[in-house]
């Protein structure tokens, strides 16, 4: 199943994964609450007034989501699918342009939980581990939920920030 997410499909096929950019006219462009074609949308503890959290899910790596506070490991983040879905893999994109202020805002430690239910603290712990610069690759091998909640788990001078949030999905199982 391919889900569009900004300009990027991803996608499940024959068992192997693959990402691809996409013309935003044929996709459906950008993922923000106003261009949303697969409904998804972003919610987090914490936001900057420009930098809300529906950003890391628009398609532009330009833009961006901030906890606008140093990492203090009460920050979290999360990805409601509207669906539950089975869920891959998920990329946090800091862009690639280093002079950017935010590029060395990646989570200095992190888990992850898909629940049925939003912020739900009680559901097992699917990933974690440390992010890094540009992109955090995490890991989910194929758990299933509507929502992926990410708790940033470490202190920090810097801010956390999500510039391109990516999952790599598929349906879930009947």
């Known amino acids: 199943m391919a889900v569009t997410l900004g300009t990027w499909a991803l996608a499940t096929l024959l ?14 462009g950008a993922s923000d609450q106003s261009h949303d074609d697969n ?26 989501w901030s906890s ?12 409601d699918f509207r669906q539950t879905l089975v869920v891959s893999s998920i990329e946090l994109d800091l862009g690639t342009d280093s002079s950017d202020a935010s590029y060395d805002d990646y ?27 540009p992109i955090t ?6 758990a299933a939920g509507r929502y992926v909640f990410i708790r940033q788990t470490f202190t920090d001078a810097h801010s ?5 949030l990516r999952a790599d999905v598929s349906a879930e199982a009947p």
């Open 160 to 164: 956390w920030s999500i510039h391109e």
């Open 137 to 142: 690759h995490i890991n989910l091998k194929g």
């Open 39 to 64: 409904g998804w949308t972003a919610t987090a503890s914490n936001s900057s007034l420009d930098t809300p959290p529906q950003n890391a899910l628009d398609g532009d790596l330009t833009t961006h």
């Open 15 to 28: 068992g192997g994964c693959h990402s691809e950019p996409l013309d935003s006219s044929v996709a459906g």
């Open 68 to 79: 606008g506070k140093p990492q203090a490991a009460d920050e979290w983040f999360q990805l």
């Open 107 to 133: 989570p200095r430690g992190y888990f992850v939980r898909l629940s049925a239910t939003p912020n739900d603290e009680t559901a097992d712990v699917v990933a974690s581990g440390a992010g890094k610069t």
